[in-house]
């Protein structure tokens, strides 16, 4: 399936607003994961994290809230609202925290806006621990409209939490051997795996530094593949074929060779984990017209599920260096490539859409157009990756996407022309 690079649908960000390659800076901003609310006028709760001071969430009658969750329990201090008609019209309303979404505690209560501006107002209070918090509105000051709670943005401020420390490091042998893991030997030839475990206890599969030449054909839920040195001998080095709850972690790809599409990963289905993996110079031969990817999904009649959940987390894919993009040097295209149903000149399978995923922690080296492209996918943080290499851009995110989040903390090559797409200030989800 030959894939075409194209430009992002989005106004591209400049490189100054994320680290240029140095230690990311402590930010107090805490990244919210998805809102909701009681109620809405057609204009929802989405509206109210989206970067955009022109969309809104609104609701009519007094005790109508909006609810926004932090993702994990951290420390809160403050929150800013930037308020529909904020300059001609005060609005009332009350803060509250919650660790567990059922418990709420009141820490401002009947505060006011300040009826002057149309930006963001910063509310402090007490510090507290919370994964949620909630604005209880009480309407406002409008003679006409007195009854209506309107937002258009809004940030939460805090101590960010730690990510804990990592509990494998990268490549093969990264990751202990479990008890009950079935080894894998060298293997002259593909090898296919048709059984999995349970969700609890997903069957792991283990080759110890083993090498297995011709790929990994996954086919069965609930499956981990670990410590294998992957010599693809051709188009792709694993292949997860819809399924479900699957972890790819630790291993080394290399020899993916085409033509057509190359692949260090491709995987359709959900709940797929994507962690500690290294893709270094990993393509064979003259690539010619192919394209080169570290990691591939999308949706069509043939593989019809749209992956939700996804972790892409602590990989490195970098190399051969490319920065005049010559066709003859097998570089990698992208480190990611996703797109939705209807996307990319593709057709079928699930309507329903990707969403909820996090790419964290990976080193990227050089790319062409853009090294992750997103056309599609919903609620994606995007956060503390490593850009090493050089291209056009960072992002390409397309117009079919909500909520995809780019977080200032990741560090990025001087040699990227541009971010590609909306800085969200902090850091993002651990």
Same mark, same amino acid.
């Given at each position: !399936?030959?894939?075409?690079?194209?430009?992002?649908?989005? $106004?591209?960000?400049?490189?100054?607003?994320?680290?240029?390659?140095?230690?990311?800076?402590?930010?107090?901003?805490?990244?919210?994961?998805?809102?909701?609310?009681?109620?809405?006028?057609?204009?929802?709760?989405?509206?109210?994290?989206?970067?955009?001071?022109?969309?809104?969430?609104?609701?009519?009658?007094?005790?109508?809230?909006?609810?926004?969750?932090?993702?994990?329990?951290?420390? $809160?201090?403050? $929150?800013?609202?930037?308020?529909?008609?904020?300059?001609?019209?005060?609005?009332?309303?009350?803060?509250?925290?919650?660790?567990?979404?059922?418990?709420?505690?009141?820490?401002?209560?009947?505060?006011?806006?300040?009826?002057?501006?149309?930006?963001?107002?910063?509310?402090?209070?007490?510090?507290?621990?919370?994964?949620?918090?909630?604005?209880?509105?009480?309407?406002?000051?409008? +003679? #006409?409209?007195?009854?209506?709670?309107?937002?258009?943005?809004?940030?939460?401020?805090?101590?960010?939490?730690? +990510?804990?420390?990592?509990?494998?490091?990268?490549?093969?042998?990264?990751?202990?051997?479990?008890?009950?893991?079935?080894?894998?030997?060298?293997?002259?030839?593909?090898?296919?795996?048709?059984?999995?475990?349970?969700?609890?206890?997903?069957?792991?599969?283990?080759?110890?530094?083993?090498?297995?030449?011709?790929?990994?054909?996954?086919?069965?839920?609930?499956?981990?593949?670990?410590?294998?040195?992957?010599?693809?001998?051709?188009?792709?080095?694993?292949?997860?074929?819809?399924?479900?709850?699957?972890?790819?972690?630790?291993?080394?790809?290399?020899?993916?060779?085409?033509?057509?599409?190359?692949?260090?990963?491709?995987?359709?289905?959900?709940?797929?984990?994507?962690?500690?993996?290294?893709?270094?110079?990993?393509?064979?031969?003259?690539?010619?017209?192919?394209?080169?990817?570290?990691?591939?999904?999308?949706?069509?009649?043939?593989? +019809?599920?749209?992956? #939700?959940?996804?972790?892409?987390?602590?990989?490195?894919?970098?190399?051969?260096?490319?920065? #005049?993009?010559?066709?003859?040097?097998?570089?990698?295209?992208?480190?990611? !490539?996703?797109?939705?149903?209807?996307?990319?000149?593709?057709?079928?399978?699930?309507?329903?859409? !990707?969403?909820?995923?996090?790419?964290?922690?990976?080193?990227?080296?050089?790319?062409?157009?853009?090294?992750?492209?997103? #056309?599609?996918?919903?609620?994606?943080?995007?956060?503390?990756?490593?850009?090493?290499?050089?291209?056009?851009?960072? !992002?390409?995110?397309?117009?079919?996407?909500?909520?995809?989040?780019?977080?200032?903390?990741?560090?990025?090559?001087?040699?990227?022309?541009?971010?590609?797409?909306?800085?969200?200030?902090?850091?993002?989800?651990?």
């Amino acid at each position: !399936m030959k894939r075409i690079l194209s430009a992002a649908l989005c $106004v591209c960000a400049a490189i100054s607003s994320v680290a240029l390659l140095g230690p990311p800076a402590t930010a107090a901003t805490l990244p919210i994961t998805t809102a909701t609310a009681s109620s809405d006028d057609g204009n929802g709760p989405a509206n109210a994290i989206d970067g955009n001071l022109s969309t809104r969430w609104s609701a009519a009658g007094d005790g109508v809230w909006i609810r926004f969750d932090l993702g994990s329990v951290t420390t $809160v201090d403050s $929150v800013s609202l930037a308020w529909y008609d904020g300059d001609s019209r005060r609005a009332t309303f009350d803060v509250q925290l919650s660790q567990d979404g059922t418990a709420w505690s009141t820490v401002l209560s009947r505060a006011t806006s300040s009826g002057t501006t149309l930006s963001l107002e910063r509310y402090d209070f007490a510090d507290g621990p919370a994964r949620y918090v909630r604005i209880v509105g009480h309407g406002n000051s409008s +003679p #006409d409209s007195a009854k209506w709670t309107s937002i258009t943005e809004v940030t939460v401020s805090g101590s960010p939490s730690v +990510p804990p420390p990592p509990t494998q490091t990268l490549g093969v042998g990264g990751v202990a051997t479990p008890a009950g893991a079935v080894l894998v030997p060298s293997q002259n030839s593909r090898y296919k795996i048709t059984s999995g475990g349970t969700a609890a206890a997903p069957k792991v599969y283990d080759c110890q530094g083993n090498t297995i030449r011709g790929g990994v054909l996954i086919d069965a839920d609930n499956v981990v593949i670990q410590n294998c040195r992957v010599n693809a001998e051709q188009q792709y080095g694993i292949y997860s074929d819809n399924n479900t709850n699957v972890t790819i972690q630790n291993n080394d790809i290399k020899g993916v060779k085409g033509p057509g599409d190359l692949n260090a990963i491709t995987f359709f289905g959900n709940g797929h984990k994507i962690l500690y993996n290294t893709a270094i110079n990993f393509v064979t031969g003259d690539p010619g017209d192919s394209h080169t990817d570290f990691i591939q999904t999308w949706v069509s009649n043939s593989h +019809p599920i749209a992956s #939700d959940d996804v972790q892409i987390r602590f990989n490195k894919a970098v190399g051969p260096a490319n920065p #005049d993009r010559d066709n003859s040097i097998p570089s990698i295209h992208q480190f990611l !490539m996703a797109e939705d149903y209807g996307r990319g000149g593709n057709s079928g399978g699930n309507t329903d859409g !990707m969403r909820n995923w996090i790419v964290a922690d990976n080193e990227v080296g050089d790319s062409w157009n853009q090294a992750i492209k997103v #056309d599609g996918p919903d609620n994606v943080s995007i956060t503390r990756n490593k850009f090493v290499g050089s291209s056009t851009r960072v !992002m390409a995110v397309t117009s079919a996407s909500t909520g995809v989040k780019f977080y200032s903390d990741n560090q990025i090559s001087p040699d990227y022309g541009s971010v590609g797409t909306t800085v969200t200030a902090g850091p993002g989800p651990a």
